[in-house]
Structure formats: structure tokens, C-alpha cells
């Protein structure tokens, strides 16, 4: 089982940055796949960024040269360093773990942080 707590959300003016920050309960494996995505009420939950054990591996091309993803497995922690915030990226947030057991997978997600963009 993985728990994961998001922090770091809040009101930020369009332009501005914020980092989120995922902490896992329990370890984090090399192999988990980290994932951010978010959600707006009344729509579907859209992937943001996805990251291997170093390596990000996807991004939204909505965000793609303005978000970066990262990971401390030393620390249990994905962050999301968001930059050049814009209205449309006002969202719920939410950080997700893809862990292989065999040959399934399970998908665990965390409460979400809000993200609020706003002048």
C-alpha cells in the first residue's frame, strides 16, 4: 500500500509559480511510476507529467515547457514545479503511483491540493 499527502497548492496571480510536493507513507519504489494530474469540477481527470525513476517520461502539451516533474526517492516525494501559471491550470491536483505486482498493476492517488490561478 502507498499513501500519498499533496501540499503546495494555494491561491498564485497568472504568471506566478508554485511547487506541489507528494509525500509518500511508505516507501517508494524505484519502479513506481509518478504521476501528477488534475480536475476540474464537471470534467474528465487529465494527466499533467509522469515520471519513471528519473526520468520524465510524459507532460500535457498544455503544460510542456512551463511544469516540471521530479523525484526524491531518498525522501518519498514528487514535486511539481510549476511555472508561468495561467487561469486554465485552476484545478484539483492530485498525485498518483502506478506499482507493479507481477503482471497487474494498482494505481494509488492522494486527496488533492487545490490550485487556484487568479488575478
Known amino acids: 500500500q502507498v499513501q500519498l499527502v499533496e501540499s503546495g497548492g494555494g491561491l498564485v496571480q497568472p504568471g506566478g509559480s508554485l511547487r506541489l510536493s507528494c509525500a509518500a507513507s511508505g516507501s517508494i519504489s524505484s519502479t513506481d511510476v509518478m504521476r501528477w494530474s488534475r480536475q476540474v469540477p464537471g470534467k474528465q481527470r487529465e494527466l499533467v507529467a509522469q515520471?519513471?525513476?528519473?526520468?520524465?517520461?510524459y507532460y500535457a502539451d498544455s503544460v510542456k515547457g512551463r511544469f516540471t516533474i521530479s523525484r526524491d526517492n531518498t525522501k518519498n516525494t514528487v514535486y511539481l514545479q510549476m511555472n508561468s501559471l495561467k487561469p486554465e491550470d485552476t484545478a484539483v491536483y492530485y498525485c498518483?503511483?502506478?506499482?507493479?505486482?507481477?503482471?497487474?498493476?494498482?494505481?494509488?492517488w492522494g486527496q488533492g491540493t487545490q490550485v487556484t490561478v487568479s488575478s
Open positions: 515520471i519513471t525513476n528519473s526520468n520524465p517520461i
Open positions: 498518483g503511483a502506478r506499482r507493479q505486482y507481477g503482471s497487474a498493476f494498482r494505481y494509488f
